[in-house]
């Protein structure tokens, strides 16, 4: 039974108010970015910036007041609901067993297989709005390449041509396109990256394969045997890149009031890293704390993100046959694909790549709760104030924050050099024997807050208890930053919507030296 009760983590009764709750939050804000700025919902205001040497915006303060209360209301109830979480280890497991059965259900019986997919909404019911927020942010590049491969393969037809050379998936397809995908990752590595090493490279190698590229094996395993007009495919490709080179595409979404894709991502990312939603889906493409290009998918999204993705891609082919080819084999999807491998690999400097991204996003990845934005979207986490704390900007663009009144101030300018933070190096647990046994002291909180540096020594509050993390935060998981931010404060709010696991917390009971006056230490 608590077997059970670990791999059905919650009740319908308790999943269906928060898939409610989520998206709602997702669709109350998403359309009103027209309140912080008239051309931000088009996308407009990032190209001017990028047209600039300096610029002041002043933005109004309310929007991010009532976009940042309406998150933490959500947080909040989430928490209430989700009480006796399972760990975040039964939930990956579980996943990937999912997984693993997918696979190999499409590859034994076709397209029949994806009704396995649906099990991982009983594994991690919250991977539902993870999934579908994440579908929803693309979904306009996805439609732009049915309609653009409807057009072409309509015109084929209607002028009375034969069908020219087709493309079957079989197995030479399918190993060919993983093979050339995974030399890529390699190539961008060894180009690109920054030194793992090699036993963690290896881990971020078959980590990073397992959990965004077994989605092909889904997609490629229900389509097997599907044929297609290669002509099609090059013409498609061509008209959708015409399409949005042009600026139709963004005219269309624009006419829609449909918002361009860096406020749909940063909104759509933002609920990813909210608590337990973040644990069933997002979690699984943060789960090595740092990236390279093999954890990248598509668009980065990990295995519990994808599910409506492939869904997008099978569907339509199993419906008109003769009129559309999967999504990911568009030219527009296979480039954003190719530059998604750099934007998720930790670039040194001097590297083609390093002036681009200035490792905005290799940054969240350590920091996990800040530069949330794409590259295109800096500016928003400094207007809602989720950048790093040493985050200074990317793209070649430095940016302040500042707070007058009821408006928030950004001073853009043209960046000399790269804006990159340096990141501690990779986590090594034998550095850290900072073990204390002696858990006695009583903490006042000035105490507490006179420990917020190396120099002074780092304690942190967590519920009721003080932890010195002093030598510990050098090699935390989730970042020193993170803990040198909340140096000398109770950080408990943070720590419990991070979904720390049971080794988390054991190793966390090993630091605790006393308890704040006046308070109990309980139990992490
Ligand atoms: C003694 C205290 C702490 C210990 C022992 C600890 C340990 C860990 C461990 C082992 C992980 C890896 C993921 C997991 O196993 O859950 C982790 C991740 C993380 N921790 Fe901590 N942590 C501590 C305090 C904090 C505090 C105070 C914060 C925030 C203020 C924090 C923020 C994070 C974040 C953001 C992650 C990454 C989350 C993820 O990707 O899943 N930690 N921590």
């Known amino acids: 039974m608590a077997c059970l009760k670990a791999l059905i983590p919650m009740s319908l009764q308790q999943v269906l108010p928060l898939w409610k709750q989520i998206i709602g939050l997702y669709f109350s804000v998403v359309f009103r970015f027209s309140e912080v700025h008239r051309d931000l919902p088009s996308g407009q205001l990032m190209e001017h910036l990028?047209?600039?040497e300096r610029e002041q915006l002043r933005l109004p303060k309310?929007?991010?007041?009532?976009?940042?209360?309406?998150?933490?209301?959500?947080?909040?109830?989430?928490?209430?609901?989700?009480?006796?979480?399972?760990?975040?280890?039964?939930?990956?497991?579980?996943?990937f067993v999912v997984r693993a059965l997918e696979c190999l259900a499409c590859w034994a019986c076709g397209c029949w297989g994806l009704l396995v997919g649906p099990l991982q909404f009983v594994v991690a019911p919250l991977s539902f709005t993870g999934s579908f927020i994440r579908f929803l942010t693309n979904v306009s590049d996805c439609l732009l390449h049915y309609a653009c491969s409807f057009?072409?393969?309509l015109a084929f037809v209607l002028t009375g041509h034969n069908r020219g050379p087709m493309m079957t998936i079989d197995t030479r397809f399918v190993v060919g396109f993983l093979s050339i995908d995974f030399l890529l990752n390699c190539l961008v590595y060894v180009v690109t990256s920054e030194r793992f090493g090699a036993q963690r490279l290896l881990l971020h190698a078959a980590y990073g394969t397992f959990n965004t590229k077994t989605y092909f094996f889904v997609v490629l395993g229900s389509l097997f045997g599907y044929r297609f007009d290669l002509r099609v495919v090059i013409l498609t490709g061509l008209l959708t890149l015409a399409v949005k080179s042009y600026g139709l595409h963004k005219t269309i979404l624009k006419g829609c009031g449909w918002p361009c894709f860096p406020v749909c991502f940063y909104v759509e990312h933002r609920i990813g890293h909210l608590p337990v939603v973040y644990q069933h889906a997002h979690k699984m493409h943060h789960y090595l704390h740092d990236t390279t290009a093999f954890d990248a998918h598509i668009y980065g999204s990990g295995m519990n993100e994808e599910f409506f993705w492939i869904w997008a891609e099978v569907l339509p082919c199993l419906l008109c046959p003769s009129l559309f080819f999967p999504y990911f084999l568009n030219f527009d999807t296979?480039?954003?694909?190719l530059t998604n491998k750099p934007a998720h690999t930790r670039t040194c400097e001097g590297s083609c790549w390093s002036m681009a991204e200035d490792?905005?996003?290799a940054d969240h990845h350590t920091l996990h709760r800040a530069n949330y934005g794409s590259a295109l979207g800096v500016l928003l986490d400094f207007y809602f104030g989720t950048q790093g704390s040493q985050t200074k900007g990317a793209g070649g663009l430095a940016y302040q924050r500042s707070e007058e009144g009821d408006q928030i101030v950004l001073q853009v300018q043209r960046a000399q050099g790269p804006l990159s933070v340096p990141q501690n190096q990779p986590p090594k647990m034998e550095e850290d024997l900072h073990v204390i046994r002696d858990a006695k002291l009583v903490v006042t909180e000035e105490q507490l807050a006179a420990h917020h540096s190396d120099e002074t020594g780092v304690w942190i509050a967590l519920k009721g208890g003080v932890y010195d993390v002093s030598a510990f935060h050098r090699i935390h998981p989730g970042g020193s930053?993170?803990?040198?931010?909340?140096?000398?404060?109770d950080a408990t709010d943070v720590f419990t919507q991070v979904g720390h696991s049971q080794k988390a917390k054991a190793m966390a009971a090993k630091r605790l030296i006393g308890r704040l006056k006046g308070r109990r230490s309980e139990r992490l």
Not at 69 to 94: H, M, N, W, Y
Not at 481 to 489: E, F, K, R, S
């Open 151 to 153: 057009v072409v393969a």
């Open 359 to 361: 490792n905005f996003h």
């Open 481 to 489: 930053q993170i803990i040198l931010d909340h140096a000398g404060t």
């Open 50 to 52: 990028d047209t600039v």
């Open 334 to 337: 296979l480039y954003m694909s």
């Open 62 to 95: 309310a929007f991010a007041e009532d976009f940042n209360r309406r998150f933490g209301e959500v947080t909040k109830r989430i928490l209430q609901v989700c009480e006796d979480e399972p760990d975040f280890s039964t939930i990956l497991a579980s996943s």
